[in-house]
Antibody, heavy 121, light 106 residues
Framework: EVYLLESGGGLVQPGGSLRLSCAAS????????MSWVRQAPGKGLEWLST????????YYADSVRGRSTISRDNSKNTLYLQINSLRAGDTAVYFC??????????????WGQGTLVTVSS | EIVMTQSPATLSMSPGERATLSCRAS??????LAWYQQKPGQAPRLLIH???TRATGIPARFSGSGSGTEFTLIISSLQSEDFAVYYC????????FGQGTKLEIK
């Protein structure tokens, strides 16, 4: 069974940094692109970043480009998102999601339960 | 940038009724359109992909249609567990979500 578990969220001060992790199980992670999606309180879904199965290709939304880095360690079946220069508008639940194939912009067939990031002083 | 617009923002319906949710793309996305269901405190769940193909385990009362710029999700007879927020998403060349439609009990 496919399972995704995010961790690393919490309270961080404005201007701070955070590294989120997503532990995957039940599939060979290198065979699938992976993404991060966030949801601000009471708001909709916002795609943030995608990484190919091998990690060789990465893509970012404008809202996080230049201050975030997506990466993966397939030997550990783990996906990461490093976000720097955090601001109040980054407060959200952060989900990891699996693309349904190796193609990095394929639909999301599995999601984690999310980890809450709160940016506040 | 392709913008996905969902309507209505909120839909108030009763169990047993037929619900019709719409999603419009500002440019053609072909059939690269997915629908997700999200309940409070939960992750989104894939319902429909390729505009009209139900995901594994999704009941037949959910159906999707459309292509290009106009898409529809129909729930033929609402069950209590169907009241949730629904998002459309275009994929394949990039990702964009619609803003969501909240399906609430009337």
């Amino acid at each position: 069974e496919v399972y995704l578990l995010e961790s690393g969220g919490g309270l961080v001060q404005p201007g701070g940094s955070l590294r989120l992790s997503c532990a995957a199980s039940g599939f060979t992670s290198s065979n699938y692109a992976m993404s991060w999606v966030r949801q601000a309180p009471g708001k909709g879904l916002e795609w943030l970043s995608t990484i190919s199965g091998t990690g060789g290709s990465t893509y970012y939304a404008d809202s996080v480009r230049g201050r975030s880095t997506i990466s993966r360690d397939n030997s550990k079946n783990t996906l990461y998102l490093q976000i720097n220069s955090l601001r109040a508008g980054d407060t959200a639940v952060y989900f990891c999601a699996r693309a349904s194939s190796t193609y990095w912009f394929d639909l999301f067939d599995y999601w984690g339960q999310g980890t809450l990031v709160t940016v506040s002083s | 940038e392709i913008v996905m617009t969902q309507s209505p923002a909120t839909l108030s319906m009763s169990p047993g009724e037929r619900a019709t949710l719409s999603c419009r793309a500002s440019q053609s996305v072909g059939s690269n359109l997915a629908w997700y269901q999200q309940k409070p405190g939960q992750a989104p769940r894939l319902l429909i992909h390729g505009a009209s193909t139900r995901a594994t385990g999704i009941p037949a009362r959910f159906s999707g249609s459309g292509s290009g710029t106009e898409f529809t999700l129909i729930i033929s007879s609402l069950q209590s567990e169907d009241f949730a927020v629904y998002y459309c998403q275009r994929y394949h060349n990039w990702y964009t979500f619609g803003q969501g439609t909240k399906l609430e009990i009337k």
